[in-house]
């Protein structure tokens, strides 16, 4: 089951505004991942993390793995309406199956 | 470069009755994943196979069973279905190194 708390649960804002959503565990994690679900689909990858402290761009995404292995943030800078979706952070530890937070729905605003 | 490939996409099936879904992997993938997404539950993790033997295993019944084969391609199988087992199931497939995991479109199967 989930291990992860991401928050925020769902957000609300205006194209052209910034986001940023995070995900915090219990457990220390070797990699973190940030992947993004349109209705209907499977999540698609945006980002991956492997060492602490790392902080990854893809585009106008950028993503940190914290230094503790616990947690990790990603921000959206310049919302467009195609950034809609749920967006979903994942850990994972050597072999053991990859845990989720519970997704941010991300609604933008024209 | 082939991605994840899920089928069927879309199942309807009667309570009690039983479904098999297939997941084939990005060609040289050789771990698989099982998914089972609900809007109140979220993304639960059903099992993972690796090289044909199963290497994790999440919190579901035994009625949830999956199996491997020599190509990688993974099956799921629900038997005696619940009227609870409506959901998206998704499957993902790794590649050498285990880290980055890319999904399948998914099959959404309902149970009337």
């Known amino acids: 089951g989930q291990q992860l708390n991401q928050s925020p649960q769902s957000m609300f804002i205006q194209e052209g505004e910034d986001v940023s959503m995070n995900c915090t565990s219990s457990?220390?994690?070797?990699?973190w991942l940030w992947y993004k679900q349109d209705p209907g689909e499977g999540p698609v990858l945006l980002i991956a993390l492997y060492k602490a402290g790392e902080l990854t761009s893809n585009g106008r995404l950028t993503a940190q793995f914290g230094i503790t292995r616990k947690d990790s943030f990603l921000n959206i800078s310049a919302s467009i309406p195609s950034d809609v979706g749920i967006y979903f952070c994942?850990?994972?530890?050597?072999?053991?199956?990859?845990?989720f937070g519970a997704g941010t729905r991300l609604t933008v605003k024209p | 470069k082939a991605g994840v490939t899920q089928t069927p996409r879309y199942l309807i099936k009667t309570r009690g009755q039983q479904v098999t879904l297939s997941c084939s992997p990005i060609?040289?993938?050789?771990?698989v994943s099982w998914y089972q997404q609900t809007p109140g539950q979220g993304l639960q993790f059903l099992f993972e196979?690796?090289?044909?033997?199963?290497?994790n295993k999440g919190n579901f019944p035994g009625r949830f069973s999956g199996r491997q084969f020599s190509n990688s391609r993974s099956e799921m199988n629900v038997s005696t279905l619940e009227l609870g087992d409506s959901a998206l199931y998704l499957c993902a497939s790794k590649g050498q190194g285990n880290t980055e995991a890319f999904f399948g479109q998914g099959t959404r199967l309902t149970v009337v």
């Open positions: 457990s220390i994690f070797n990699t």
């Open positions: 196979y690796f090289s044909e033997t199963q290497r």
């Open positions: 994942a850990g994972q530890k050597g072999n053991n199956d990859m845990r």
């Open positions: 060609s040289g993938h050789r771990s």
